[in-house]
């Protein structure tokens, strides 16, 4: 299969879906698809930061060689919004390696008073959760960031009154 004309064709959840079945585990093949996320047109960026995030969901040892790629990736100035929509949903249900877990933090920490999409501010959340549950010292500032955030939800944005209430009863029971 040629990943690149897959995500050229109409695109959908039925062929993301498709695509990712393609790949399954295996690493020659994400590797493709890493390529065309990493140095591919902005829009085949987005529909492949699609794929990536359902392979990763599926298989996330996939993803763990490319951290410091989905970093860097991040930085960019010009990074979409799918872009890290999609890296840090992915990062929701991965083991953030222990070289990577302070960055990755900042990161997603940075995300969580922005101007960002929801989605990106939401799945933030979870990925300093799950930080802060390993690195107990990080919870109190997660706690009062996240009741600060809480009380300027201006948008009323369910994502994020959901979440931010989940984990803030989870952070006061320790």
Excluded at 51 to 66: K, M, Q, T
Excluded at 118 to 146: D, G, H, M, Q
Aim: net charge positive; hydrophobic share 45%.
């Amino acid at each position: 299969m040629n990943i690149e004309k897959e995500l050229t064709l109409q695109f959908s959840k039925a062929r993301v879906k498709h695509i990712a079945d393609i790949i399954g585990a295996d690493e020659e093949r994400f590797a493709v698809l890493m390529r065309i996320f990493l140095q591919g047109t902005y829009v085949l960026t987005q529909k492949a930061a699609w794929v990536l995030s359902e392979c990763a969901v599926r298989h996330p040892f996939l993803i763990i060689p490319y951290f410091r790629k989905f970093i860097d990736k991040l930085h960019e100035a010009d990074a979409s919004d799918a872009v890290k929509r999609n890296v840090i949903r992915v990062w929701q249900y991965t083991d953030i390696p222990e070289e990577y877990t302070g960055e990755v933090y900042d990161i997603c920490f940075g995300y969580l008073n922005s101007n960002e999409a929801i989605a990106i501010r939401a799945f933030s959340v979870t990925v300093c959760y799950n930080i802060a549950r390993k690195l107990p010292e990080l919870k109190p500032e997660l706690r009062l960031t996240l009741e600060d955030l809480l009380l300027k939800n201006q948008d009323g944005s369910p994502a994020i009154k959901s979440r931010g209430k989940k984990i803030l009863a989870e952070l006061k029971k320790k």
